[in-house]
């Protein structure tokens, strides 16, 4: 029996899928050109690379706390929930003070060398 280890077929749905999500939100009418519009997905479109950044390199110092958050928070799902809450919004600082700290700034300097 051969095993097939990558669903490409999946991937292809996924794929078409999304670029009609695209498409409809890029017309600028209806429902899925309101959400792309939303504030919030702005807001988190302008800080996205610090979260990129800041959420790779937080997540594995925080992981150790999950077991004690798990412990006093229960049930212990909800303990886990917590993590996730907690790890988004010291992403979310981290990104916004790598924002106004470091790429404001060098974004500035664009204008010199462009």
């Not at 999500?21 to 702005?42: C, D, E, M, N, P």
């Amino acid at each position: 029996m051969k095993v097939n280890s990558f669903p490409s077929s999946d991937i292809r749905v996924s794929f078409l899928f999304c670029s009609g999500l695209v498409y409809l939100a890029w017309l600028g009418k209806g429902v899925f050109a309101t959400i792309a519009r939303s504030g919030v997905l702005r807001f988190f479109g302008r800080y996205s690379y610090g979260l990129y950044v800041f959420h790779g390199l937080l997540i594995p110092l925080l992981f150790p706390l999950l077991p004690s958050i798990q412990r006093r928070v229960k049930p212990a799902e909800l303990g886990g929930l917590f993590f996730v809450a907690l790890a988004l919004a010291l992403s979310v600082i981290l990104a916004l003070l790598g924002r106004r700290l470091f790429e404001d700034p060098i974004l500035r300097l664009k204008s010199r060398f462009v």
